[in-house]
């Protein structure tokens, strides 16, 4: 039996928690992998459950609990529970329902194009001025949390989305969080809360689970964790650490805010009424019984495109010109497929900052090994069952918003002065990667990186012999009106400082810098201004890194009726396409001699370059 140390403090508490298999196990899909007869029970289902009062009252807790399931390590377990509580919901109007999810990141480069905020599925932005979604699945819904309004969507870059997180960045996340106090704050402060903010209208309200975006998301985001599990299961699956949003520890046996189940009853999909796996994860629970006793050798394959561009595995469209031609066109999770361009790509010095394990684990090539869980006091559900078709009714109070305002919106354009974005400066502890240390680039990309020997690594002055390490949230650390006074980023898509790797030389189509948050939304969550300024630092320097690095990220392909090329290496002409909040800026770049017009049509998103 293999128990750590903290296992076995636990194990002196009387009681047992034991898993118990799920009879049935529901495989949720990405939502463009769905059939056609799979989207129409989805839609018909949520429609259903919609009439049926349950988008309110999911709404409503979601409300009612705010401030105690964000900004604290209850954000995964609560919502792994939420979005099964949804799920067992709608597979009492038809049981072959089972939520979808929006694997975000392949998106990442041009949110507004993937075919998921399209009127084939999700619908896409609100109508000028009422904000309505007059498309997809919600376009003929009327919300009545807290009141009747059609839903809402206002994108955070007037008619399209700024970019997003990087698959590439959040399998750096992954592979660099060793404890759920790291994951947590890593994910929830980066492509969880950028999603939201991205969509606006109702997703950048306490009620955003009135947007089917929330549950589809939030599928994504516990894929996320569980990916994360998988990935070294003897660290990483019965990982609990950190606090609640009252500062005290977390644990095992901390109930879930408003369920009552205990922690570790949520922690194991496809056990304890998790009947729940993912397509793009490892299956850990076909099997009918599972003895404590058994160990479960699991393992993910990598697909890995061949030298011709084309994915050795069959299953993948081929790579032109190393990238992705049509992303929705994928069927492989983004963060797990781009492990083998990653490993292809990257110098051993460059692995060993931003993907330290992925290093290690492709050398040691090791299997996923569940450990025995821990041994618990044993804990009971305190949420009243629910009974029938017709959700519960919402208590006369509560149209109370948790200390938030109805009808304010703290996205970007509500925001009561833009001077916030200017840029700030915000101390990173380690060196931004130099090129110019390595003796042969084109040599590490021959072959796996991490075989490479030493030869052209980092030189004393950039030194990348240690990971960039995961900020671990400190307890207690909430909004601060003095922090917020200081909070500024001038957010510019396409960074053209002497760094970034965009000379001309860099990718074809580089990686973009997400977009910030706003202060609204900062102050919405409770979140510490430094603490969220200290992450983005972080992700703009992994983004300058990589295109210094000249990684080209085979979902980096912007739609060619969007931006048509980014950089030309002959002429070493950098066209900056750069985002202001609330539109687009067009920005004149004038190099080599030349002159380049970036003509930017936020309501038609097509930019041209003329040359």
């Not at 392949?106 to 498309?135: I, M």
């Not at 009545?144 to 309004?149: A, D, G, Q, R, V």
């Not at 995961?470 to 003095?482: K, L, Y």
Request: aromatic share 10%.
């Amino acid at each position: 039996m293999k128990l750590t140390s903290a296992f076995v403090v636990l194990a002196a508490i009387a009681g047992v928690d034991a898993l118990t298999p799920c009879s049935r196990v529901a495989t949720r899909k990405e939502v463009r992998s769905l059939s056609s007869a799979e989207w129409s029970t989805t839609s018909r289902v949520v429609t259903q459950m919609n009439n049926n009062g349950w988008f309110a009252w999911f709404a409503y807790l979601h409300t009612q609990n705010f401030n105690i399931i964000h900004n604290c390590e209850m954000f995964f377990p609560f919502h792994r529970r939420f979005i099964r509580d949804f799920e067992e919901v709608g597979q009492r109007f038809d049981s072959s329902f089972v939520l979808p999810y929006w694997d975000e990141v392949r998106d990442y480069a041009n949110p507004s194009g993937s075919a998921v905020l399209s009127s084939s599925y999700l619908g896409g932005n609100g109508q000028s001025g009422s904000k309505c979604v007059t498309n997809g699945v919600q376009s003929s819904w009327t919300m009545t949390y807290p009141s009747n309004h059609c839903l809402n969507r206002q994108y955070n870059n007037g008619n399209t989305i700024s970019p997003m997180y990087s698959p590439e960045y959040i399998q750096s996340l992954l592979t660099r969080s060793t404890k759920m106090s790291q994951l947590r704050p890593a994910i929830e402060n980066s492509l969880h809360g950028l999603v939201h903010l991205s969509l606006g209208g109702d997703m950048t309200q306490t009620y955003s689970p009135n947007d089917f975006a929330f549950w589809v998301h939030h599928a994504n985001i516990d894929r996320i964790w569980f990916v994360w599990q998988m990935e070294n299961p003897q660290n990483n699956f019965w990982s609990m650490d950190g606090s609640t949003a009252d500062g005290k520890a977390i644990g095992y046996g901390t109930p879930v805010t408003h369920y009552g189940d205990a922690i570790i009853d949520v922690m194991y999909p496809t056990m304890n009424n998790m009947c729940f796996t993912y397509d793009n994860v490892m299956s850990v629970g076909k099997t009918t019984k599972r003895s404590v006793g058994t160990k479960r050798d699991v393992q993910k394959c990598i697909p890995r495109p061949s030298a011709n561009g084309n994915d050795s595995s069959g299953g993948l469209p081929a790579l032109v010109d190393g990238v992705f031609d049509n992303v929705n066109d994928i069927l492989t999770d983004a963060e797990t497929y781009v492990k083998s361009t990653i490993l292809q790509q990257l110098p051993s010095n460059m692995l060993n900052k931003w993907f330290p394990a992925l290093q290690s684990s492709a050398s040691n090539n090791t299997q996923a090994d569940i450990p025995e869980p821990p041994v618990v006091a044993e804990s009971k559900p305190t949420a009243p069952a629910y009974t029938g078709q017709t959700a519960p009714a919402i208590p006369s109070d509560g149209n109370d918003l948790a200390g938030h305002n109805y009808g304010t919106d703290y996205s970007y354009a509500e925001e009561t002065d833009t001077s916030d974005y200017n840029e700030a400066t915000i101390p990173v502890s380690s060196a931004p990667y130099d090129s110019s240390a390595e003796t042969d680039i084109e040599e590490e990309t021959s072959g796996s990186a991490a075989e490479e020997s030493n030869a052209g690594q980092g030189t004393a002055t950039a030194d990348y012999s240690a990971a960039v390490s995961v900020p671990t949230h400190v307890g207690g650390n909430t909004f601060n009106e003095a922090e917020a006074e200081t909070y500024s980023v001038d957010y510019v898509a396409y960074d053209l400082s002497d760094d970034s790797g965009l000379d001309g030389a860099g990718p074809k189509y580089p990686m973009p810098v997400p977009a910030p948050y706003s202060i609204g939304f900062i102050k919405m969550h409770g979140y510490s201004v430094n603490e969220i300024s200290q992450n983005y630092a972080l992700a703009k320097q992994f983004v300058a890194d990589m295109n210094a690095a000249k990684y080209q990220s085979p979902y980096a392909k912007v739609a060619q009726n969007v931006l048509s090329d980014l950089t030309s290496a002959a002429d070493g002409v950098v066209s900056d396409v750069a985002n202001g909040v609330g539109g687009v800026v067009s920005d004149v770049v004038n190099a080599a001699g030349g002159v380049v017009s970036d003509v930017a049509n936020g309501v038609a998103g097509v930019v041209s370059d003329l040359l």
